[in-house]
């Protein structure tokens, strides 16, 4: 893996990381009636898709099983529909994704260079 994948994949990482803390033992009502929490995770899942975005196309084709388009697109559904953000996609993220995303990129990171 060259150096531009690690660093984008420890930005997925850390970001991804950085969300699931904030919203840490709280519900999805509480999250949602606090401003700056919420501007704080999108924040981070905004920084995922970018980061994603920039990973090499060979290091998206050699893990098939990171959903790459969709996290993408969640940066850009974010980024240029900011008004409309449906906080529900934002907590299944928060919920089922971004845990499955973290266990992926530590694996990868983990992975001997071939």
Do not use: C
Request: charged fraction near 30%.
């Amino acid at each position: 893996m060259n150096e531009r994948d690690e660093s984008r994949l420890r930005d997925m990482l850390d970001n991804a990381e950085k969300a699931l803390h904030f919203a840490e033992g709280k519900s999805r009502e509480n999250i949602e009636q606090d401003e700056l929490l919420v501007y704080a995770i999108i924040h981070a899942i905004q920084i995922i898709g970018e980061a994603a975005r920039n990973v090499s196309r060979e290091l998206q084709e050699a893990y098939p099983e990171v959903e790459w388009i969709p996290i993408q697109s969640t940066r850009n559904r974010i980024a240029h529909g900011y008004m409309h953000v449906d906080f529900q996609i934002i907590w299944n993220i928060l919920q089922f994704k971004l845990p499955e995303l973290i266990a992926q990129i530590r694996q990868m990171l983990a992975s001997p260079d071939d």
